[in-house]
């Protein structure tokens, strides 16, 4: 194809656009709802992946330092575990903190005011990074110099993981339904609309104009239709979003969901909808079409 | 060169429109190919164009070999031709004069050669002035015309029109018929399916009669039989 006519080609693609309007409108909008619909879905598996992850790095471990090491001792043991690989957080406890800590959440009982700080031990407790690894990293934690005992609930940090990989295979399974069927539904709109331009394109055809020359006005469309998808789509997304956090965080008076900000998700929002769009448009067009131009 | 060599072509089974047809057109040739309603003329047509495949037997297109060349080198085996379809083939969508401009661009002219060259083509087959015009509101004698001059415009080595007088009043056709002629003397080779007996007659020139498939006749006399008169 000489690019003798590229400005030809790029001006029938926009305005193909405006000359089958209705078959453009048509398809935007199936574009914006499919995204829309595969977008929310894919926010809310986000979202709740963050709140199971959360909830699992509750699930602290213990780390008890022997009861011969004196406080200075024992905070270089804290420096060593903060060392570990996977240790996301590790916060030393001395033993009279602790006391302090387990005589409050008894409701000050008289009972415990006249324990010895001396029978307990210093502590340290340690966030893991990645709960699912935490046998790993406790029988590392055990080989620490110093380290007497460790307390760690491998039962609910598996129960949490178990929870977060089914979350994660049943939403990439549902998104790709989705995704499949979005692209199926555009495809077949797009196909229906280019129906009519059969006739069209077999004259082209017939005249010697290449299958290139004849693709080239259909991906310009397919374009802009695809870039206009997806802006209205973003948008929607992005009203919608925000006004069900809004209305979740008014009726969750404990806090119980905690949901990502759209704007800290907006560069991956904004590069997975164009790209989304794009891709729709432009493939879209021209596997409408391609079966048109054997001729 | 347009070359047959025991062409075949069944549309079903059962059902053959050529039933071994050889013929050859040389460069420069101007060729009538006559017979009546449902002979074939238009099936021949359509496998020089490569719209349809034969069933069998050899074709050879200003150098192409139909059967054995690749899918992409279709478009430029075309443009070694100027065709006039008998349904006229034109975009309803597009203006007349886009009509022939997009020939133009599909080779990839620049816009002042297709400014200067459209408006010569449409004064050679009288629309002046219908430019702005689209296809499906004109007169069927004004789509041929169109049709004649998308055709012409490339200049193209080969000009192959399926009855392209089929709309034209006998002053038109014979107009025509002497357009092509002249285009004929610059070099380019013309095929011109008709059964206009009248026309042919008053053109001396070669002359391929088919019925049901087969050649009857070729020669220089321009004779030729009418089976359905
Ligand atoms: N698309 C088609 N499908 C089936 N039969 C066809 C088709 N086109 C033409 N034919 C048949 O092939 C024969 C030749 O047709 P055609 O080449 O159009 O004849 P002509 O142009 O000489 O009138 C006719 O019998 C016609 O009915
Ligand atoms: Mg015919």
């Known amino acids: 194809m000489k690019m003798n006519n590229f400005g030809y080609l790029m001006k029938e693609g926009v305005r193909s656009i405006f000359s089958h ?134 039962e609910l940090a598996e129960g949490f993981t178990t929870i977060s990989n089914v979350l994660g295979v049943v939403s990439t399974g549902i998104i790709a339904i989705l995704l499949i069927v979005s692209l199926l539904i555009i495809s077949n709109t797009v196909k229906l609309a280019m129906y009519d331009r059969k006739n069209e394109i077999a004259i082209m055809k017939m005249v010697g104009a290449t299958n290139g020359f004849i693709r080239f006005p259909f991906m310009v469309q397919g374009f802009f239709l695809g870039i206009i998808g997806a802006g209205l789509a973003f948008g929607a997304e992005w009203l919608l979003y925000d006004a069900l956090v809004t209305n979740i965080h008014e009726v969750d008076a404990l806090g119980l969901f905690n949901f990502v900000p759209f704007v800290d998700l907006l560069v991956p929002m904004v590069v997975t909808f164009s790209a989304a769009g794009l891709f729709v448009g432009i493939f879209g067009s021209i596997s409408a079409i391609r079966k048109f131009m054997d001729v | ?124 087959v009288g629309l002046t002035g219908k430019e702005r015009r689209h296809p499906n509101e004109m007169s069927g004698g004004e789509q041929q015309r169109l049709a004649i001059a998308r055709a012409l415009v490339n200049n193209p080595s080969t000009i192959i029109a399926d009855e392209p007088t089929g709309n034209l009043d006998p002053a038109r056709s014979f107009e025509l018929m002497t357009l092509l002629q002249e285009i004929n003397n610059l070099g380019t080779t013309v095929l011109v399916v008709t059964h206009e007996k009248e026309l042919v007659e008053r053109f001396d020139k070669r002359v391929i009669a088919i019925d049901e498939g087969v050649v009857i006749s070729d020669g220089m006399d321009g004779y030729y039989r009418y089976e359905n008169e």
């Open chain 1, 21 to 154: 309007g209705l078959m453009s409108f048509a398809s935007v909008c199936v574009t914006v709802a499919c995204l829309i619909i595969v977008g929310s879905f894919s926010i809310l598996m986000y979202n709740l992946n963050i709140m199971v992850e959360d909830l699992n790095q509750t699930n602290e471990v213990i780390c008890y330092v022997d009861s011969v090491y004196t406080d200075a001792e024992a905070k270089s043991v804290h420096s060593r575990i903060n060392m570990i690989d996977n240790v996301f957080q590790a916060n030393y406890v001395s033993r009279e903190e602790a006391l302090k800590n387990f005589v409050a959440d008894h409701d000050n009982d008289a009972a415990f005011q006249g324990v010895d700080p001396q029978d307990l031990r210093h502590r340290i407790v340690v966030v893991l990074e990645d709960n699912s690894r935490m046998e790993e990293t406790v029988a590392l934690l055990e080989e620490v110099e110093g380290v007497a005992m460790i307390d760690a609930e491998f």
């Open chain 2, 1 to 124: 060169m347009i070359q047959f060599t025991d062409v075949t072509k069944s549309y079903t089974e059962g059902n053959t429109a050529l039933n071994g047809v050889s013929l050859q057109i040389e460069d420069g040739e101007f060729v009538f190919l006559v017979g009546p309603s449902g002979s074939g003329k238009s099936t021949i047509m359509k496998i020089i164009t490569g719209e349809l495949k034969p069933t069998s037997g050899q074709v050879h297109v200003n150098g192409y070999n139909l059967e054995r060349m690749r899918k992409r080198d279709i478009p430029f085996m075309r443009r070694t031709l100027g065709v006039v379809f008998q349904d006229f083939r034109l975009i309803n969508k597009m203006t007349v004069y886009d009509n022939v401009a997009y020939a133009m661009r599909v080779i990839g002219a620049r816009e002042a050669e297709i400014k200067e060259r459209v408006p010569y083509v449409m004064d050679l």
